[in-house]
């Protein structure tokens, strides 16, 4: 995490990877961690949780993307045994921060990219993002295309995936309704009625 890190020790990184061909994320909460991340050369910002007015224009001066992982505290918080009480009381203190940063990022125009740190709820959940991400307020369609294009923009897949175009790798699913009208037809895992992985009708709960 970039707070873990001297701004020179950062641009080390970034520069070490550059030379690889590769891109650095940072997974920044705290304010002068994600202002010293994109300070550095960062590509993305994950979690965001405190951004303030000079760190969202330093994302959309850098076209840094910000994956908020939204439902990562609440995970936490709907499944606290075993988990340290400390980590509990920071879940509880930083939902409505994150939320309310997030809402402020968006609204600005800073590339969000949909992520979950995924693992801290469990795998499978993963489409519970789009509903956090809409409720902070973002469109329906903005958060879908946040978690397709701008996901893959942010991957450096967007040759291959993130959009509907010929040549690129069919990697779709169907819902059981629009979740344009709707869009808590994300919050279960039930309402994916069939998925295609390159083309190819793949399994799901609901295939025979």
């Known amino acids: 995490t970039s707070s873990q890190f001297l701004p020179t020790e950062i641009e080390t990184i970034v520069a070490e990877a550059a030379s690889c061909g590769l891109p650095v994320m940072s ?5 002068s961690g994600i202002k010293n991340a994109l300070k550095a050369g960062v590509r993305s910002i994950e979690h965001g949780i405190y951004l303030d007015d000079e760190a969202i ?11 908020p992982t939204l439902i990562a505290p609440l995970g936490v918080l709907e499944a606290p045994e075993g988990v340290p009480e400390a980590a509990l009381r920071k879940a509880r203190e930083v939902v409505e921060i994150h939320r309310e940063s997030i809402g402020r990022a968006a609204a600005a125009g800073v590339q969000i990219a949909m992520g979950t740190d995924s693992g801290v709820t469990a795998h499978g959940r993963n489409l519970e993002e789009l509903v956090q991400m809409v409720e902070v307020g973002m469109s329906p369609m903005d958060a879908i295309v946040s978690s397709t294009r701008i996901a893959a923009e942010n991957l450096g897949v967007a040759d ?22 709707e869009i808590k037809v994300f919050a279960d895992p039930d309402n994916v009625k069939d998925v ?11 295939n025979e």
């Open 160 to 181: 291959r995936r993130g959009t509907i175009e010929s040549g690129k790798d069919a990697d779709l699913l169907t819902l059981t309704s629009d979740p344009l009208s």
């Open 196 to 206: 295609w992985l390159g083309g190819r009708r793949v399994k799901t709960a609901r």
């Open 27 to 31: 997974h920044a909460q705290g304010t």
């Open 57 to 67: 224009e330093m994302m959309i001066k850098m076209k840094a993307f910000l994956v």
